[in-house]
């Protein structure tokens, strides 16, 4: 039994590793923005999470006008999507905004009524 456990890390370590160089088209820019954050992503949600209540659901690290920013994402009690933007660099709030609802499903709904 133990055996096959060894064998099925094996097997999946060796997926994963084969798998990293389809990210390798965007493995430079995300060492690029992580080389300029100072704010670990940990920090960037507790202050997000400060700012507004709810619960997390994505954490990213993007470039907004120039500049490295964590656009934390939370769903409040009212089922809405805030997006809190971090400044990397400092842990700031830059600003939040309310995210639009904005479904696949929606969009596909409004493509068939057209036709």
């Given at each position: 039994m133990r055996r096959y456990g060894i064998m099925a890390v094996t097997v999946i370590g060796s997926l994963l590793a084969f798998h990293t160089s389809a990210w390798s088209d965007d493995k430079g820019k995300v060492s690029e923005l992580v080389k300029d954050a100072k704010v670990s992503i940990d920090q960037a949600i507790k202050t997000a999470s400060e700012k507004v209540q709810g619960t997390?659901?994505?954490?990213?690290?993007?470039?907004?006008?120039?500049?490295?920013?964590?656009?934390?994402?939370?769903?409040?009690?009212?089922?809405?999507?805030?997006?809190?933007?971090?400044?990397?660099?400092?842990?700031?709030?830059?600003?939040?905004?309310?995210?639009?609802?904005?479904?696949?499903?929606?969009?596909?709904?409004?493509?068939?009524?057209?036709?």
């Open positions: 997390v659901v994505e954490a990213e690290l993007e470039k907004k006008h120039g500049k490295t920013v964590w656009e934390v994402e939370i769903v409040g009690a009212d089922n809405k999507v805030t997006e809190v933007h971090i400044d990397a660099a400092t842990g700031d709030v830059i600003d939040t905004e309310d995210k639009k609802e904005e479904q696949k499903g929606e969009k596909k709904k409004g493509k068939e009524k057209g036709k």
